[in-house]
């Protein structure tokens, strides 16, 4: 308990502090402490002992009373008690002050009462002037608590509760009673209760580890090593892995690593996937016993990415008889599930063995096959730091040479033709991107991104239109530009007359709308990528390379000559940017997809072009994140949630990784059904940058494009089969009112959207620290958008189609009509 004494030998009193400006609650403070003490022995030191007390006849407050009373009789016989008043905080800290320099010493309040508005203290949930003022007296819960870890040590009372925002804080909040009796009856429950919490703290203390865990400092010292300050820590609390996660802080608190939570284990994946994809950031994933299975097939997608960090998840004793929440014991057994996924892992269950299994998941790490997964028992999860060796770097990966016989064809169709030749982009570093555009501008080849990893290439760079670029090719949602580019009459070019490369892609389906009879027979197909079991057996020119040892080389040898760079470049300007549709100029209510984003994609190529507006784009799966690929202008990578088993919600769970780690706008569009599927992003969001100190990203905007369906399956139900809409493709979307919100430094705007006017979307768009929801209303159609192949044979292309005419029994017109 205490070490102090009084003159007389006796233990020094307990403090506790009341500020505030209203005499009643002061007087009410009073009578509480005089009420515990009275006929026990224990006495009770105060400032001003003449202030009258008044008399509370409750029989509840006398059971409380005495139940504290014989609580304090037995643990505390002797506890006496400090009473100090001030009018603020500001004034408690002289009175701290001055009794410091005491035969005393310095004494932290075991208890702390404030009357927020009488202290003149904002005491909001999200306010965070409160603990700043208790963290400089040094009586905040950290300080007050260096006795015992308890929020009961500060208690505020409020004179109404929160109407926005109900959340967990380091101290009690309450609302400020009206009868007294209940007032003293709380303050003496809370003192009770902070000293009980001080004398079971100490003994816990005692009997618990003092040192960081040795699986905290081993992981955390590794990833330092490869990644600095840029790896993140995302984590979802549990009994058992909670002093894990403490030392994480702990550790990270110094370099400032993102630590970034979620709603969700699975949005943890998410988040982690996302900031991968974008900024190459390796992640730490912790999470409690049996959630291994929580991540759903975001666990895939990490693999597939290649995603670099750790999934650390607790797990039961070896050996335990049907543990609760054991994902390894005798009926089941997740490490199948992961060897399924053919995900590196590691059951952490021997503290002797520790140092061997650490050593081969760092050297795991460094295989490149996706995060590494540890299954940690609460054994090993107790061993506490240097007990294990110090990390180690993770294993140079060999790097694929680029070989003379790969290369030769390739740059020969590079610097002698065919004139079409249309490059799609994977994953490409800055280096990388910035080779791309060297080399198409130099060799005149045209530019695509993929439905996947949009925004590898895109129209802007550098501040620059890139000429060469002409949308996305995909399964769905590839452009026009893209479509003409290859097709002529209807009909894909012939190989001899063009070339499509596909560089860092294993030319997933996802890659292209083409079949695989058409990729193998009727496609002159160049493939690059630094995995061998990814090299595509249509691949007509395969160059197993590392992507910028092979852009390197490429430029190295590029000697293209002026006609056919001349060639090419009036190829490109043939492709026109058209949105290929009339619905896109009709203002109907709802509005149509088409309409939505072609006008939206003019407010953004005017703060683009003219106002140097830079954004991460984020697509979730549905026609919304399609259409968002295929008609918006990007300025730079996004995340596509279209990436590997395309996870509806994926997109919009990784928002709040993205917008409190990059440095510009976020720009996420999701569907109706993808913003059902998982929870609410926006409290997250909110705490990280209220609670945490996460700086608020310049502007998040979040549209919910909302046409009560899943549009990409009734569009392939109605345009394959021709069937009506059906009960299985209907969502009901409850609309949110539209209101502003402010929570701290950042601004929370809900608006409904039924059209788009240029100049408000211009101003909501740029303005910081705001989140902007909109709830988008359109209304469904199977118009473009590259929805399918079949799409591009519709009456509103550019080209009336031969082909559409034959499949609808229409004789062939004399000359085939073309309109722009």
Known sequence: MSTQEDAEGRPAPFLVAAVGKRASFHRTVTTALRDLVRDSGRLLDEDDPGQAARALDAPAYGQVLDRSRRFLDAVLPDAGFRLVKADSLTGLGHTLQRRAAGPGGPQAPALLLIDAAAAGVGAAPLDRELQAALDQLGTGPEGAAGSGPSGCSVVVYEAAVPDTVHVASPFTHRLLPEQDWVLAGDIVCCLTDALQLRQSAAALRAASRAATCALAAALAGFLNGEAGAAWGLHYYTGSAVSGLIGDLEEIVAGPGN???????????????????QVDGAPALIVATSGMVDEFRGTLANLREARARGFIVCADSPAGAWYPFQGTVHAAEDSREVLRARRLPYFYLDDPGRLDQDLAAAFEAYGQDRGPVVLLATPEVLRVPAGAAPPPRPAAVRPRAAVTEDALAPVMDIINNGPAHVLWQCGAVDAEQRGLVHEIAAAAGVALADSLTRPGTVAGHHEGRRVEEYLGTLGMYGYSARVHDYLHEGGRLRGRDRQALFFLNSRIAEAATPFAARTLNRMLRIVQVTREAGHLAPFADHP????????????????????????????????????????????????????????????????????????????????????????????????????????????????????????????????????????????????????????????????????????????????????????????????????????????????????????????????????????????????????????????????HLSDLALAMGGTPRPAARRSTR
């Open 258 to 276: 993102p630590v970034l939570r979620g709603p969700s284990e699975h949005s943890l994946a998410c988040g982690a996937l996302a900031r991968w």
């Open 543 to 798: 160059v197993h390379a590392e992507g910028a040892d092979f852009l390197r080389e490429v430029r190295r040898r590029l000697a293209v000559p002026e006609r056919l760079r001349a060639e090419r470049r009036a190829a490109l300007a043939r492709t026109a940017d058209s949105p290929s549709d009339v619905v896109h100029l009709l203002p109907v209510a709802p509005m149509s997809a088409n309409y939505f984003f072609h006008r939206l994609a003019a407010v953004l190529d005017d703060l683009i072009t003219r106002h140097g507006y830079t954004y991460t784009g984020v697509y979730d799966v549905g026609r919304g994140g399609l259409s968002a690929i295929r008609n918006l202008p990007r300025t730079g990578p996004g995340f596509s949630g279209w990436y590997g088993r395309a996870l509806m919600g994926d997109a919009l769970s990784a928002v709040p990784a993205l917008a409190l780690t990059r440095e510009g706008n976020v720009l996420a569009f999701v569907g109706d059904g993808a913003a059902a599927l998982v929870p609410d992003m926006v409290p997250t969001l909110v705490e990280h940058i209220c609670l945490d100190g996460r700086r608020p990203a310049r502007n998040v905007s979040v549209f919910r494009l909302i046409d009560g369906g899943h549009s990409v399956i009734r569009t392939y139900r109605e345009g394959r089969s021709g069937a009506a809409a059906a009960r299985q493709t209907r969502i009901l979307h409850l609309l949110d009112d539209e209101r502003e919100q402010s929570f701290g430094p950042v601004t929370v705007s809900r608006r409904r959207l039924t059209g788009v006017d240029p100049d408000a979307l211009r101003d909501q768009l740029t303005r910081p620290a705001t989140v902007n929801l909109y709830s988008v209303l359109l209304a469904h159609n199977n118009e473009g958008d590259g929805l399918s192949l079949l799409s591009s044979l519709g009456w509103q292309r550019d």
